[in-house]
């Protein structure tokens, strides 16, 4: 009974260190890619601003505001002009600004490309905006 005992004993040992190399090999792929990619960040880009807007040297909100709440804006924009018919904007300086993407924004920021698209690739979003209002087109 003891030689049996000790068979049971060693082959627990055997499925052990099986057990622990599959462990160690797994967290070795799953950490590959952090580790590759230590250190490799994208810079931030900078947006192009066009000379129009370089002119105005404001937007219709201060510029930190404008970098993380622009969705938010578009879409209280859209609300109030779609479902109020209210096209009027009064920002937090108690001045006045049409709502619309092409004949606002699109205004000074009229470079998709590289106003745009290029912090909309760096965060890896894809707004529905450009659905309708592709490149600058002028409502009337």
């Keep these: 009974m003891s030689d049996n005992h000790?068979?049971?004993?060693d082959k627990k040992m055997y499925n052990k260190g099986e057990v622990i190399t599959g462990i160690v090999i797994f967290l070795v792929i799953?950490?590959?890619?952090?580790?590759?990619?230590m250190g490799k960040a994208a810079p931030v880009p900078q947006p192009e601003l066009t000379e129009k807007a370089k002119a105005a040297k404001e937007c219709v909100e201060p510029k930190a505001f404008m970098k993380t709440e622009h969705m938010q804006?578009?879409?209280?924009?859209?609300?109030?002009?779609?479902?109020?018919?209210?096209?009027?904007?009064?920002?937090?300086?108690?001045?006045?600004f049409d709502m619309s993407l092409s004949n606002n924004c699109l205004d000074c920021h009229s470079n998709k490309a590289e106003f745009c698209d290029k912090c909309h690739t760096?965060?890896?979003?894809t707004p529905?905006?450009?659905?309708?209002?592709?490149?600058n087109?002028?409502?009337k």
């Excluded at 000790?6 to 004993?9: F, L, S, V």
């Design 122 to 125: 760096y965060a890896s979003v």
């Design 73 to 96: 804006i578009l879409n209280s924009w859209r609300n109030s002009v779609v479902r109020n018919k209210n096209r009027l904007y009064i920002n937090s300086s108690n001045k006045e």
């Design 30 to 37: 799953f950490a590959f890619p952090f580790w590759y990619n």
């Design 128 to 135: 529905y905006c450009f659905d309708c209002h592709i490149d």
């Design 137 to 139: 087109p002028k409502e």
């Design 6 to 9: 000790h068979d049971k004993e």
